[in-house]
């Protein structure tokens, strides 16, 4: 198959295909005469893995060990959970810090009074010069 035919079985990009082989999470392809790339089924079923991977925000490191183990039938399962869990308690970090930066904006966004003055606490609190949300134990930086 060629990259076009594999990229649409795989469900992403002919760009990110040959991102995947430049990174080495897809070995190179094997080559025709002329050049052009040529792909088999496991080459899909990698980049399948590679892409639900990165919809659950792996980064391209933890992708790399996650395809090791899958790869690896002497692996346990208890070094891919391992990964996994430490993968869910960063994204649980970001959760919390995206929660209160939202925190913080509501609470901004409610002081503001968005008139025709030009007054703003938004812009006051993001240059340093009011205590909005220093006086409700708030703060923009984690």
């Known amino acids: 198959m060629n990259i076009g035919e594999v990229a649409k079985a795989a469900g992403i990009s002919t760009k990110m295909i040959r991102h995947y082989e430049s990174v080495g999470l897809l070995p190179p392809a094997s080559r025709t005469a002329a050049g052009y790339r040529q792909y088999g089924l496991a080459d899909i079923r990698t980049l399948q893995f590679i892409r639900r991977s990165r919809d659950l925000g792996f980064s391209i490191d933890e992708i790399r060990n996650l395809l090791s183990l899958w790869q690896n039938r002497d692996r346990t399962s208890r070094e891919v959970k391992a990964l996994a869990k430490e993968h869910l308690d960063e994204l649980e970090n970001k959760l919390q810090e995206l929660l209160a ?42």
């Open 101 to 142: 930066m939202k925190k913080a904006l509501q609470h901004l966004v409610s002081c503001c009074q968005g008139n025709h003055r030009p007054d703003c606490p938004i812009l006051e609190e993001l240059a340093g010069d009011s205590n909005h949300l220093s006086m409700t134990g708030l703060s923009l930086s984690p």
